[in-house]
């Protein structure tokens, strides 16, 4: 069965850095598909953030280009998101999920929140 | 970027008919391909995909759902509503790059 796993800090400084990790099991995400990062604020507003393909290339919601990184370590079949520069407008839940077009399996969820 | 509108909630009886309608401020069909997707959300769970490419139900996902549409104007049907499909339900467009959602409609009982 395929899952996937949002692991991270639930509170950021406003400034700072965002890092979250997507843990992946019953798949290798060099085998196939984009893995996604999508959020969802307060509110129920969801916005795509960007993807990593299975062979490393990326892809970034316009949007949010300039404080962006999707990476990944195969090794540890997880891969990654980096936001820098937060607001407390960047406060929302954040998914990983598969696909690039359409996503069929997302984790949990973490719910991040911007404060100081 | 392709806005999905949503109307925020719908109030349907359990055993009857349910239909959420999603319309896109441009096409997002090319060619036989109507590239809508819909999602179910409950509370506290991450959203599942039941429909995707507007008309095939994703895997595991019961005969009551349906999707319909093409070109600007699209349809998630549930039939009959069952006291399980209480949730929100988003649409979600592929076909152009960024991909986005809906504002999401909140099925509720009436």
């Known amino acids: 069965e395929i899952q996937l796993q949002e692991s991270g800090p639930g509170l950021v400084k406003p400034s700072q850095s965002l890092s979250l990790t997507c843990s992946v099991t019953?798949?290798?995400?060099?085998?196939?598909?984009?893995w996604s990062w999508i959020r969802k604020f307060p509110g129920n507003k969801m916005e795509w953030m960007g993807y990593?393909?299975?062979?490393?290339?990326?892809n970034y919601n316009p949007s949010l280009k300039i404080r962006i990184s999707i990476t990944r370590d195969t090794s540890k079949n997880q891969f990654f998101l980096q936001l820098n520069s937060v607001t407390t407008e960047d406060t929302a839940t954040y998914y990983c999920?598969?696909?690039?077009?359409?996503?069929?399996?997302w984790g949990q969820g973490v719910m991040v929140t911007v404060s100081s | 970027d392709i806005v999905l509108t949503q109307s925020p909630a719908l109030a349907v009886s359990l055993g009857q008919r349910a239909t959420i309608s999603c319309r896109a401020s441009?096409?997002?069909?090319?060619?036989?391909?109507?590239?809508m997707h819909w999602y179910q959300q409950k509370p506290g769970q991450q959203p599942k995909l039941l429909i995707y490419?507007?008309?095939n139900l994703a895997s595991g996902i019961p005969a009551r759902f349906s999707g319909s549409g093409s070109g600007t104007d699209f349809t998630l049907t549930i039939n009959p509503v069952q006291a399980d499909d209480i949730a929100t339900y988003y649409c979600?467009?592929?076909?152009?790059?960024?991909?986005?959602f809906g504002g999401g409609t909140k099925l509720e009982l009436k």
């Open positions: 441009q096409s997002v069909s090319i060619s036989r391909y109507n590239l």
């Open positions: 490419r507007a008309s």
């Open positions: 999920a598969r696909g690039g077009t359409h996503f069929d399996y």
């Open positions: 019953g798949y290798t995400i060099t085998s196939g598909y984009d």
């Open positions: 990593i393909s299975n062979s490393g290339s990326t």
């Open positions: 979600q467009q592929s076909r152009e790059s960024p991909p986005t």
